[in-house]
């Protein structure tokens, strides 16, 4: 019996090497695990898959039963240091919105998202601008900043500087805040609570940057007109 018991797996051997060299399917008492020989898809175990000429995750199902089952390592922080996280969840027109009491650090130059607002009495902008409680034609430059940005109206009536990435510059005067809390309400015309990362700009905004309005949304860059001496002032937060 034991010199048996010591030929079954050497003909079981015999027969997957074969089977390498044939392209057969391996017997079904030679199903494989991670990294062990297989010629077609029947001849892994479980979810795995036969991938040169040996039993691996499925890509496509994402498993990692051969790579560790643990989850993925996070994805590195950004290189802003962008540590804000959400404080809430506002839930308006059946859908829910993230708030966020504060905005990500403001550095020499900030990476921030452009989006066109009318500040005109009557316009999507709701109520009059908060710094000085009037509206404002479409033909002034002015911006409307995230709430953790605006800081509690510290930025009020100060000049920033916008770059868009057509290399194009503008300044333009913070007039109001672009509420990353609050929204869903009349005096928000009804939009839902800004992203922590805007910069919202009349048109006269966007004209001077050479951008077309009705794409409605561009990546740009922002620092106060005067210049930060350092190269970052902190994270913007309001409690």
């Known amino acids: 019996m034991a010199h048996m018991a010591s030929v079954v797996p050497f003909l079981l051997l015999t027969t997957i090497c074969l089977c390498n060299l044939l392209n057969c399917p391996l017997p ?3 199903i494989s695990n991670c990294n062990g020989p297989c010629t077609t898809l029947d001849d892994c175990s479980g979810q795995l898959i036969c991938i040169n000429g040996k039993c691996n995750d499925d890509p ?3 498993t990692h039963t051969c790579g560790g089952s643990g989850p993925p390592p996070p994805p590195p922080p950004s290189p802003s240091g962008d ?16 708030q966020f009491r504060c905005s990500p650090p403001v550095l020499s130059s900030t990476q921030a998202l452009l989006t066109l ?3 005109s009495e009557g316009g999507d902008g709701g109520a009059a601008s908060e710094c000085d ?3 404002h034609d479409s033909s002034e430059r002015v911006v409307a900043l995230s709430t ?8 009020c009536g100060k000049k920033i500087r916008i770059t ?5 510059s503008t300044t333009a005067k913070v007039v109001d805040e672009c509420d990353s809390v609050n929204g869903c309400d009349e ?27 009705d794409v409605g949304e561009e990546q740009v860059t922002w620092s106060m007109s005067s210049g930060l001496s350092g190269t970052q002032e902190g994270e913007a937060f309001i409690a």
Request: aromatic share 8%.
């Open 83 to 98: 540590t804000c996280k959400s404080s809430g969840n506002l839930n308006c027109k059946g859908k829910s919105y993230p």
């Open 148 to 155: 953790g940005w605006y800081n509690r109206g510290s930025r």
């Open 117 to 119: 607002n009318d500040f």
């Open 133 to 135: 409680e009037k509206f």
């Open 60 to 62: 496509d199902v994402g």
């Open 28 to 30: 079904a008492s030679a």
């Open 187 to 213: 005096e928000h015309a009804g939009q839902p609570p800004c992203r922590k990362n805007i910069v919202d700009g009349s048109q006269a905004v966007w004209d001077a940057l050479g951008l077309d309005g």
């Open 164 to 168: 868009a990435r057509n290399g194009r």
